[in-house]
């Protein structure tokens, strides 16, 4: 009796093995994960230096993002990004009239382009934001604004990362695109009436 209960498990834990060999995340060929096309043809994706310590961050991330921490096996594709960054006050102390809440906004315009063929594969521009909160400490704020901008770069650079999966897609024929659109104005978050108190409806 105990050498066929052994027998069993010996069974089924063969089985779990090979299983366990033949399964892979549904997504990852098409994210890049893993050693599929897609990932060969994000290791060839250079991103040309982005100015600023947002574009600083955020090529940082997309350079460990598109390669998945390894180094780059080519520049067959070259991805140029610009940023343009704004601060948005949201929550306005009532006594001190400074602002509590403060979120960045930022917007980046992208162009991807074989660097072979001369055609850009995807353009066009994306947008991100990330809220931090401020102190009565000046470095306290300082901090907190450099850690907002940090989360800022990596959303972008997942956001991009995910426009460049869908460029360089097995299922994406490659098209023609126009080069990057300009950057928008930029907007002076004083020339808009800040946000006041919940429930401050006076004035």
Same mark, same amino acid.
């Given at each position: 009796?105990?050498?066929?209960?052994?027998?069993?498990?010996?069974? $089924?834990?063969?089985?779990a093995?090979? $299983?366990?060999?033949? $399964?892979?995340?549904?997504h990852?060929?098409?994210?890049?994960?893993?050693?599929?096309?897609?990932?060969?043809?994000?290791?060839q994706?250079?991103?040309?230096?982005?100015?600023?310590?947002?574009?600083?961050?955020?090529?940082s991330?997309?350079?460990?993002?598109?390669?998945?921490?390894?180094?780059?096996?080519?520049?067959?594709?070259?991805?140029?990004?610009?940023?343009?960054?704004?601060?948005?006050?949201?929550?306005?102390?009532?006594?001190?009239?400074?602002?509590?809440?403060?979120?960045?906004?930022?917007?980046?315009?992208?162009?991807?382009?074989?660097?072979?063929t001369?055609? *850009?594969?995807? @353009?066009?521009?994306?947008?991100g934001?990330?809220?931090?909160?401020? @102190?009565?400490?000046?470095?306290?704020? *300082?901090?907190?604004?450099?850690?907002?901008?940090?989360?800022?770069?990596?959303?972008?650079?997942?956001?991009?990362?995910?426009?460049?999966?869908?460029?360089?897609?097995?299922?994406?024929?490659?098209?023609?695109?126009?080069?990057?659109?300009?950057?928008?104005?930029?907007?002076?978050?004083?020339?808009?009436?800040?946000?006041?108190?919940?429930?401050d409806?006076?004035?």
């Amino acid at each position: 009796m105990i050498r066929r209960s052994f027998f069993r498990l010996a069974i $089924l834990g063969a089985v779990a093995g090979g $299983l366990s060999a033949c $399964l892979q995340p549904v997504h990852a060929p098409h994210l890049g994960i893993g050693g599929g096309p897609i990932a060969q043809e994000l290791a060839q994706v250079s991103v040309a230096p982005i100015e600023g310590f947002l574009g600083y961050n955020l090529k940082s991330e997309l350079d460990y993002l598109l390669t998945n921490g390894a180094p780059a096996s080519g520049t067959r594709y070259l991805l140029t990004v610009k940023t343009q960054q704004t601060g948005a006050t949201s929550i306005i102390d009532a006594q001190t009239a400074r602002p509590q809440s403060v979120t960045l906004q930022a917007e980046a315009t992208y162009e991807l382009k074989d660097t072979q063929t001369g055609v *850009i594969r995807a @353009s066009g521009r994306t947008f991100g934001s990330a809220n931090y909160d401020r @102190s009565g400490q000046r470095f306290a704020t *300082i901090r907190a604004q450099r850690d907002a901008e940090e989360r800022l770069g990596k959303a972008l650079a997942e956001r991009l990362r995910l426009i460049v999966i869908g460029a360089l897609s097995n299922n994406a024929a490659p098209r023609r695109t126009g080069p990057a659109p300009a950057l928008s104005r930029p907007i002076d978050p004083w020339d808009e009436a800040p946000a006041r108190n919940p429930g401050d409806e006076t004035g």
